[in-house]
């Protein structure tokens, strides 16, 4: 089953976020590994050419299944994607309604109303390639849910020139401190739904899956199985 196009997008998250997805997807692999010797998609050697090749192509079938289910999250790619797809699902916006999200969307740099959290930030940075569709149908949610309180925000700081608002996003005590336009920029700001909200989001969502995943396994599944002997491999649908 050949992937769909992908789109590569760049996420900050917290520095400790790229190792515990790394982990997991190793744990996923080995998974992977261990599913995959089921009598249902093994295949014993001296297997007919035909018959393996049906085996092996409906195994690979069963690993882009288990993926998008989240039973099975073995890359990087597969944990994020999941999560992204769920954030959608919760907010109620996975679905192809959206109008195209403008070219304005899409400008480099962040977008009107974003702010880091905390002094910090977000120190760590985690690349996915995330199905194309999903990223552009998150844009258009992003941007359409959005819009108003970015022209809104526009327009404050077009009246408001030399007034710098917070970067970071206050805590309750500070924001209780801002008054007069500071005050409305950040009512503005709460409106709006940046891409990387939804990104880290997902990170989340995933990682918790992941998780979840693992401990649902039965004991017998996590028994290695021996096949050396007796058949051969299946393919890793790794990527």
Sequence with gaps: MPRAAVRAVWIAVDDNIPQQIKDLAEDHKALRARRSTSPQWFVPRRTARREASLRKAAWLTEVHRQRRTGELLDTQDVIVEYGVR???RRRGWDHDQWDEAPDEAWNPGRWPGSRDCGTS??????????DDALVR???AACWHTSAP??????AWRDAHPGIVPPRYEPDEEGRTRLTGPLAAYMRLADQITTTGTIWRAGVELGLLQARA??????????ESQESADTGVPVPSAGG
């Design 86 to 88: 769920e954030e959608l």
């Design 121 to 130: 930030g977000y120190p760590g940075r985690l690349s996915a390639r995330l």
């Design 137 to 139: 149908r998150t844009v």
């Design 149 to 154: 309180a970015i022209e809104q925000i526009q």
């Design 213 to 222: 995943a693992l401990t649902a396994e039965p004991d017998d599944a996590l």
